[in-house]
């Protein structure tokens, strides 16, 4: 695979097709099963509310993933992506109610960089909080 967009035609303040991604507890165990995270905040609800939470947690893991789907989307190429980080600022809570939680995440071109690459600042959303803070990716274009 390769990159989709063409660094010619991407310009500082670009905004990426936003995108919302539903969260259930179904969601959770299928996402400890592949990572070997068992923690029981992501599916114990009574432990977690003993630790303190409002509820069950989603994964940061699975979170920070769900964000950059928005880039690599856009991008063409998951491969594209050459640096990614974020600061986890608020979990993403998952209530036992049927439609669990969701995040929400827009994203733009914040700065073109050397060797045709662009950097890409993310916002994740849920329930009206912010999810992830200085999330920010670096992606080579065509």
């Known amino acids: 695979m390769a990159a989709q967009i063409k660094y010619a035609d991407v ?5 990426l097709p936003a ?15 592949a990572s070997g995270d068992f ?8 432990f977690a509310k003993e630790v303190g939470l409002p509820d069950v947690i989603a994964h940061g893991m699975f979170t920070m993933a769900e964000a950059i789907r928005v880039v690599t989307d856009w991008v063409g190429d ?3 992506v050459v640096e990614y980080g ?9 209530p036992d109610d049927g439609r669990g939680g969701l995040i929400e995440v827009t994203a733009k071109v914040a700065a073109k960089l050397d060797d045709n690459r662009v950097r890409v600042d993310l916002t994740a ?12 990716a670096v992606v080579a274009l065509a």
Do not use: C, D
């Open 11 to 15: 310009a500082v303040g670009t905004e």
């Open 19 to 33: 995108a919302s991604f539903p969260v259930t507890r179904a969601t959770l165990v299928q996402y400890a099963g």
């Open 39 to 46: 923690n029981p905040i992501h599916w114990n609800e009574k």
């Open 78 to 80: 998951p491969g594209a």
């Open 86 to 94: 974020v600061r986890f600022t608020k979990p993403v809570v998952v």
């Open 125 to 136: 959303m849920s329930a009206g909080q912010k999810v992830l803070g200085m999330s920010r």
